[in-house]
Nanobody, 124 residues
Framework: QVQLVESGGGLVQAGGSLRLSCAAS????????MGWVRQVPGKEREFVAA????????YYTESVKGRFTISRDNAKNTVYLQMNSLKPEGTAVYYC?????????????????WGQGTQVTVSS
């Protein structure tokens, strides 16, 4: 059974940084793309970032380009999201997810397993 466990969320002031981690188990981690998605209550989930199985390809939503960095450590079965220069509109629950194949994809429908999420709150 695939399990994804996020950590690293919390409360931070605008302009600050957080690093989210997602530990995966139950699947050959190095064979699958990974993604980060966020959701605000009452709104649909929003794609944030994705990384291919090897880390060779990454994608970001426009609003986080230049501030967020997705990375992975296949030896540790972990994917990360480094978030810098955080803004209040970044307040959301952040989820990691595994892609059904090895791709880095912006399409949420292509992700088949999801974590429980970690809350990120950015104060102004």
């Amino acid at each position: 059974q695939v399990q994804l466990v996020e950590s690293g969320g919390g409360l931070v002031q605008a302009g600050g940084s957080l690093r989210l981690s997602c530990a995966a188990s139950g699947r050959t981690f190095s064979s699958y793309g990974m993604g980060w998605v966020r959701q605000v209550p009452g709104k649909e989930r929003e794609f944030v970032a994705a990384i291919s199985y090897s880390g060779g390809a990454t994608y970001y939503t426009e609003s986080v380009k230049g501030r967020f960095t997705i990375s992975r450590d296949n030896a540790k079965n972990t994917v990360y999201l480094q978030m810098n220069s955080l803004k209040p509109e970044g307040t959301a629950v952040y989820y990691c997810a595994t892609h059904s194949r090895g791709y880095a994809s912006t399409r949420l429908s292509e992700y088949d397993y999801w974590g429980q999420g970690t809350q990120v709150t950015v104060s102004s």
